[in-house]
């Protein structure tokens, strides 16, 4: 639809452009599922939408929390931090309070012919597929070189925007690089010389104590800084210590412990125990 590709793939592929990797999914939700789908729902008279979502919502002091599903494993706050007051009150999320175990065990004894599905772990409405490819249907190829920590020359690739930070499949750096034979990682993507920077094992240039955010989004209300909780980088990632500051509208998170592959375009999310305070999106890092 028209809202998919305005609001979603437009920013998805221009994030690439700008050798980013942006989060399509947490989007997907804000913008579609709990935007133009509840709008629907509630325009034919719905009093809520009800999601398969591994999540929990509740409601304390007048206001709508969300709190990490109970399912460790499946937890998807992560990609839900966008959502708002609003949303939370109109919308349901009946599989957090239960594990996925359990979950499979009610769809097998209703019948359902999913029960055994094997999980989805595609891109948003893009689904399971050869990402490189795709992207290459809309973004062109640029080639440019990849380069180790000293600068020496390993191959080509054919633009920054098909890789990604931490990134290990797809690089197919065969012998002959490097001191021994570990896996290669991307360290980093090089705009301006258009190089791409990778490193083998776990190159100190993989890890960053800090970074800086744009455009944060709190669930209830702007918390006092500076504040100390817990962030996670990426989806299924441990919840990591840390203390986050405002400075000019941009936040800063110093964590206790240097995280690796911090991914600018991706989002970062907080946390206090259970509850998901809300999140921003990643621009810099440092270590």
């Given at each position: 639809?028209?809202?998919?590709?305005?609001?979603?793939?437009?920013?998805?592929?221009?994030?690439?452009?700008?050798?980013?990797?942006?989060?399509?999914?947490?989007?997907?939700?804000?913008?579609?599922?709990?935007?133009?789908?509840?709008?629907?729902?509630?325009?034919?008279?719905?009093?809520?939408?009800?999601?398969?979502?591994?999540?929990?919502?509740?409601?304390?002091?007048?206001?709508?929390?969300?709190?990490?599903?109970?399912?460790?494993?499946?937890?998807?706050?992560?990609?839900?931090?966008?959502?708002?007051?609003?949303?939370?009150?109109?919308?349901?999320?009946?599989?957090?309070?239960?594990?996925?175990?359990?979950?499979?065990?009610?769809?097998?004894?209703?019948?359902?012919?999913?029960?055994?599905?094997?999980?989805?772990t595609g891109i948003c409405f893009i689904g399971?597929?050869?990402?490189?490819?795709?992207?290459?249907?809309?973004?062109?190829?640029?080639?440019?070189?990849?380069?180790?920590?000293?600068?020496?020359?390993?191959?080509?690739?054919?633009?920054?925007?098909?890789?990604?930070?931490?990134?290990?499949?797809?690089?197919?750096?065969?012998?002959?690089?490097?001191?021994?034979?570990?896996?290669?990682?991307?360290?980093?993507?090089?705009?301006?010389?258009?190089?791409?920077?990778?490193?083998?094992?776990?190159?100190?240039?993989?890890?960053?104590?800090?970074?800086?955010?744009?455009?944060?989004?709190?669930?209830?209300?702007?918390?006092?800084?500076?504040?100390?909780?817990?962030?996670?980088?990426?989806?299924?990632?441990?919840?990591?210590?840390?203390?986050?500051?405002?400075?000019?509208?941009?936040?800063?998170?110093?964590?206790?412990?240097?995280?690796?592959?911090?991914?600018?375009?991706?989002?970062?999310?907080?946390?206090?125990?259970?509850?998901?305070?809300?999140?921003?999106?990643?621009?810099?890092?440092?270590?």
């Amino acid at each position: 639809s028209s809202d998919y590709w305005d609001d979603v793939f437009e920013h998805f592929l221009q994030e690439h452009k700008k050798g980013r990797t942006p989060n399509p999914d947490v989007l997907c939700n804000q913008k579609i599922k709990f935007k133009a789908f509840l709008d629907y729902a509630l325009h034919l008279g719905a009093d809520k939408i009800s999601t398969g979502h591994y999540a929990r919502i509740t409601q304390e002091n007048g206001l709508f929390q969300l709190k990490v599903g109970l399912d460790d494993n499946k937890d998807q706050s992560y990609f839900l931090h966008l959502l708002n007051q609003h949303q939370l009150s109109k919308s349901l999320f009946p599989l957090g309070e239960i594990n996925k175990d359990e979950v499979r065990k009610i769809a097998t004894e209703n019948g359902f012919v999913t029960a055994n599905k094997k999980d989805s772990t595609g891109i948003c409405f893009i689904g399971e597929r050869n990402f490189s490819e795709f992207l290459q249907t809309y973004l062109p190829t640029q080639q440019g070189d990849i380069v180790d920590e000293n600068g020496q020359f390993i191959k080509h690739h054919q633009g920054l925007a098909f890789y990604t930070i931490g990134q290990r499949k797809g690089l197919e750096i065969g012998g002959g690089f490097g001191a021994s034979g570990a896996p290669w990682f991307v360290a980093d993507k090089r705009l301006e010389s258009n190089e791409l920077l990778v490193v083998q094992s776990d190159s100190s240039l993989l890890y960053h104590q800090s970074l800086s955010a744009s455009n944060p989004h709190w669930i209830t209300a702007t918390p006092t800084f500076p504040l100390k909780c817990m962030a996670k980088i990426r989806y299924r990632q441990a919840s990591q210590d840390c203390t986050i500051s405002e400075q000019d509208g941009e936040i800063k998170v110093k964590f206790d412990q240097p995280q690796r592959a911090i991914t600018p375009g991706q989002s970062v999310v907080f946390y206090a125990q259970d509850v998901c305070l809300g999140g921003a999106i990643i621009e810099t890092r440092k270590t």
